[in-house]
């Protein structure tokens, strides 16, 4: 049946049926620019402008993901050392943002996903090893990350989340310019050898935290105490001076996107010394914190 559209100031257009349900009270229509949508039976909402920023963003991300083949090819170099001789059986991302938000920050989000993907076809990761979260994810976000094959955790664990059990394979954290106690409490779920030597992170480079922190860190900052015992590779989205030319837009983007990104890895023989020196006898205090969003 033909329907009537009401465009909205923030983009929602409800298209009411026509014809027998004449007369009714008009279906509401968010002014404020949330999503509050009311439906009714005699309304159906189609959010018309989230789907076609849903198309931009995969788009753009298809675009992003070229150059993780070309100028930013190193980046991904640099995972593979850090992980082989094994490989990537699990993908975990948190706190990739929400990348499809109207604000000048999601191009660091897309950059950042198009380097997970990536990372996926790489080691042919999918869903439900291939995982993400971060609380300010909206269901344009999550529409956009399952066309990519990507599932989103339920709930907000806040970070505190187990490495897969298997020997060989390495679960590897994904975790973009998070916030120190996030990756606090991921090494906390993680506390014991086992379990740490099949996790590797990416994330901010916990050297520059301790470094920052000096004596006023937490005896309940897991970063703090597992530092001695990580091996850490910058993780650079270096262009060469030509690539900086024919894309600058791209370059100064992955930078900022990619700035202060390590590579943190726990290879057998750190664990060993952790292990001797007593890291793991006695687990820090656990953290709840909330939720935190930027
Ligand atoms: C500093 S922002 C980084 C955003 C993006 N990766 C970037 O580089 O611009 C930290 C992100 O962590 C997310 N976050 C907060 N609590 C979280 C949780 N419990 N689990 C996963 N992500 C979380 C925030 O919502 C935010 O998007």
Known sequence: MPGHRVESDDGWTTVTSSGKRRGRRAPKVSSNGSKRNVSSASAIAVNVVDEKRAQRTVDAIRRHIVLFDG???????????????????????????????????????????????????????????????????????????????????????????????????????????CDKWLYSNLLWANWNARSMRRIVIIGNSFEAYVGALGKKASPNDCVRLVQPYAVEKELRASFSPQDERDRPKDAAAAKLAFSDTSVISFPGSSVDRAQDAGLFKCRPDEKTLGIKTC
């Open 71 to 177: 100028p930013c090819k190193r980046m991904l170099t640099t995972i593979k050392e850090a992980v082989a001789p094994r490989c990537v059986q699990q993908i975990v991302c948190f706190g990739l943002g929400s990348m499809t938000a109207s604000d000048s920050r999601n191009v660091h989000s897309r950059l950042q996903l198009a380097l997970l993907i990536t990372m996926a076809r790489t080691w042919d990761v999918a869903a439900p090893s291939l995982c993400a979260y971060d609380p300010v994810f909206t269901a344009t976000d999550k529409r956009v990350l399952d066309t990519f094959g990507i599932a989103t955790l339920e709930g907000n664990n806040e970070g505190k989340y187990p490495a897969r059990e298997e020997e060989d394979g390495i679960t590897l954290f994904y975790m973009p310019h």
